[in-house]
């Protein structure tokens, strides 16, 4: 039997795909070459985690990244 927790995830995840913007990628403010991936797995209060957040904050896609994200760990969180 699926958990609960299991099971909203699945329910979710059409929703949140639903948002994303075909292409977005593309378009995110973190695709830039002057933008290292690492920022965004420092530390708690580290400062280059207070980067990536404002690179975050300029970005005209947030909403479509934040729903892939969303769906793909409620796609991790259906899986286990």
Known sequence: AM???RSAAVAVRPQLLAVVAPGW???AACAS?????DWW??????EWQQV???VCGTC???RSCLAHALATAATEA???
């Open 3 to 5: 958990s609960a927790a």
């Open 25 to 27: 990628g593309r378009r």
């Open 33 to 37: 070459r002057s933008v290292d991936p």
């Open 41 to 46: 797995h420092a530390p708690a209060g580290d």
């Open 52 to 54: 990536a957040r404002r």
């Open 60 to 62: 005209p896609v947030r």
């Open 78 to 80: 259906a899986r286990q």
